[in-house]
């Protein structure tokens, strides 16, 4: 080979490695997408939105465009128990919802909506920030592989909403209340001595002023949303329900993000989660304050009595729910020893 031939061939072949490593470079750099399905509006009036402004927010500030996020409110994307399966097989990346459709891939998740397992959200986040929430992360995903990115809260706790006063379980006994049609609701509620009544939150309006039911369970932001108000005007806070509101990212969204990227996108989520907790609570308590001027009449609820409902759900619904899923007892018990 002669010497402008060899050095033709020399150059001609490192032109091609390197054009051969061009593309490899580019995907290197290219930022990743990634999709959040959302059942609720993209307004400061949501908790799942407020998770995610401000998680999108600190991740922008961490490492730029190098990650983008498409958000998608309003069910958008489909049902939620349709997303979970999704998210799961990796057609979604993420999910911000309430902790119980969760259940419907790792039964365990349930536990966090049976009736009175938490006594305010201060002691809901200190028993899952004190290791219930990692051993929960856990079971989610050996089952599926998919990861909580962080513990947010709803917009206050459920209580009771009715038409006539309601202010001791006397009171509650024979009143058609609408629940969630979820058999801890129910079975929470007979035990108070109501009629549980399962109906769709769109029916309710209606079905209260037709006289369906007698009132309903929910939180004061829903009930303020969705102008119940306008109808009952009593609220016995039984704060039954301090149910916790996840963020999920599914395995292969978690594998989308880069090894040096990781720590960075999961502080984002943990700072949002922080952030969140405290606005969820400011948000709760205006939304309140809003009732109140509306001329609904909140009475709370005895600690004897809730001590009462709490042994009974613990003797019955717990138990039952323990027989079924074994590894919550112990979880169970870190949550009765952070109680205050």
């Known amino acids: 080979m002669s010497k402008t031939s060899r050095r033709t061939f020399i150059s001609s ?17 290219a930022p990743i997408t990634m999709r959040i399905s959302s059942s609720m509006s993209a307004d400061q009036n949501a908790a799942h ?15 730029g465009d190098k990650v983008k996020l498409a958000y998608f409110p309003d069910s958008q994307l489909g049902k939620e128990a349709d997303i979970v399966q999704q998210v799961k097989v990796g057609s979604i990346d993420m999910m911000i919802t309430g902790s ?14 049976l009736g009175y397992v938490f006594d305010s959200y201060p002691h809901c986040f200190k028993a899952l920030d004190g290791g219930v929430g990692d051993k929960l992360s856990k079971i989610l995903n050996d089952k599926t592989g998919c990861t909580v990115l962080g513990w947010a809260a709803h917009f206050g706790p459920r209580s009771v909403y009715t038409k006539k006063p309601v202010k001791n379980l006397a009171d509650l006994k024979g009143v058609k209340l609408r629940v969630l049609p979820a058999p801890a609701f129910i079975e929470t509620f ?20 037709t006289g369906v039911v007698d009132g309903f369970e929910h939180d004061t932001a829903s009930t303020l949303q969705y102008k119940f108000a306008e109808i009952t005007k009593n609220c016995w806070l039984t704060e039954h329900l301090f149910s916790p509101m996840i963020a999920v990212i599914g395995k292969r969204g978690m594998d989308k993000v880069p090894a040096d ?8 989520a943990q700072d949002a989660t922080v952030y969140e907790r405290g606005i969820g609570a400011q948000k709760g308590a205006a939304a309140t304050d809003e009732l109140k001027k509306m001329g609904v009449a909140f009475s709370p609820m005895a600690k004897a009595e809730r001590d009462q409902v709490r042994k009974e759900m613990e003797a019955k619904v717990w138990a039952a729910f323990v027989k079924d899923n074994p590894s919550t007892q112990e979880l169970f018990n870190a949550i009765n020893a952070a109680r205050s």
Do not use: C, H
Not at 261 to 268: E, N, Q, V
């Open 190 to 209: 007979k035990i108070m001595g109501a009629i549980p009544t399962p109906i769709p939150i769109n029916e309710l309006y209606t079905a209260l002023q």
């Open 49 to 63: 939105y407020l998770w995610y402004e401000r998680f999108a927010a600190n991740l922008q500030k961490a490492v």
């Open 261 to 268: 990227l990781r720590a960075a996108f999961m502080k984002a």
């Open 100 to 113: 119980s459709i969760w259940a419907t891939v790792a039964q365990e998740f349930g536990m966090l909506d």
């Open 13 to 29: 072949g490192a032109a091609l490695a390197v054009s051969a490593a061009l593309p490899r470079i580019a995907n290197a750099q």
